[in-house]
């Protein structure tokens, strides 16, 4: 099984965390650097990505988050070269095909958060399917993809207009995201050494704590959501007071 039985022994959990902590959300940056590191097609390096989103996904439901996003698909990403969209898109295929597999065996409730009609109906019917049937596991695990902050906000708006609201509330707004009754990211982790938002979440990190690391995703490890998470506790949150 591939999500809860990794081929390689389970990570001990150095941390735990408690309410505070619920939900961490990452910026998955870097594979291509580490892949041209190694003298590689930038597509190695989403494939040894793929494994780590999977190595960290793991870890962050045994330290006891209940919550996790991962930003692997941004709308503009369609701009890069053809082969390497292939190779993600790929990538994301053979990982629906394996959730669909095996989803009655995990804890994790798969989510895939973006503008979905951008695939093909098959993959969408897949997408919708997996969510419904793990709505009830304990662990939700939103996964971006085709996915941009502001293309969300419009979406959330004109979904208002076509309920015929004239005014609307930041409550309005919240009903209509994508990441629906999921709760902001208290964190928001960053790799690859750049100190950007990149169009992701940016209606729910308005109070988000940020980490920036320069590891570069494939590398990233459950030690380094050790440092992060550290460091989260070490912040104080004052929400906007005193
Ligand atoms: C950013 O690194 C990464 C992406 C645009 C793709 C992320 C995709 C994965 C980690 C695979 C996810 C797979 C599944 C199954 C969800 P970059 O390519 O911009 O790196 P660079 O900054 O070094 O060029």
Redesign the pocket.
């Known amino acids: 099984m591939f999500w809860s039985k990794p081929k390689k022994k389970q990570e001990t959990a150095a941390v735990r965390v408690d309410e505070r902590l619920q939900h961490i959300a990452f910026i ?7 892949a ?1 590191k190694r003298g590689m097609p ?1 597509e190695y ?2 494939t040894h ?2 494994a ?3 190595k960290i996904g793991r870890y962050c439901e045994k330290i006891g988050l209940k919550y996790m996003t ?5 709308t503009e ?1 369609w701009k ?1 070269p053809q082969k ?1 969209v292939d190779a ?1 898109m790929k ?2 295929d ?2 629906i095909e394996e959730c669909f597999q095996e989803m009655e065996e995990d804890n994790v409730h798969f989510r895939f958060i973006g503008n979905l009609t951008a695939f093909p109906e098959t993959t969408q019917s897949k997408m919708e399917r997996i969510d419904r049937e793990t709505a009830h596991k304990p662990f939700l695990l939103n ?1 971006a ?1 085709n996915y941009g902050g502001r293309e969300e906000i419009a979406h959330a708006c004109n979904a208002l207009i076509r309920e015929g609201k004239r005014e609307v509330s930041e409550t309005d707004i919240g009903r209509h995201l994508y990441t629906l009754e999921c709760p902001d990211p208290d964190l928001i982790v960053r790799t ?1 050494g ?1 100190y950007r938002v990149s169009n992701f979440l940016l209606w729910q990190s308005a109070y988000a704590e940020y980490y920036f690391t320069p590891t ?2 494939p590398d990233y490890s459950p030690r380094d959501v050790d440092e992060a998470v550290a460091a989260f506790y070490g912040r104080k949150r004052r929400f906007g007071g005193l």
């Open positions: 998955m940056d870097g594979n291509g650097r580490w041209k930038r390096g989403h990505g793929a780590t989103f999977k991962v930003y692997a698909f941004s990403n890069r390497e993600i990538l994301f053979d990982y996964i993809v690859g750049d570069l995703w």
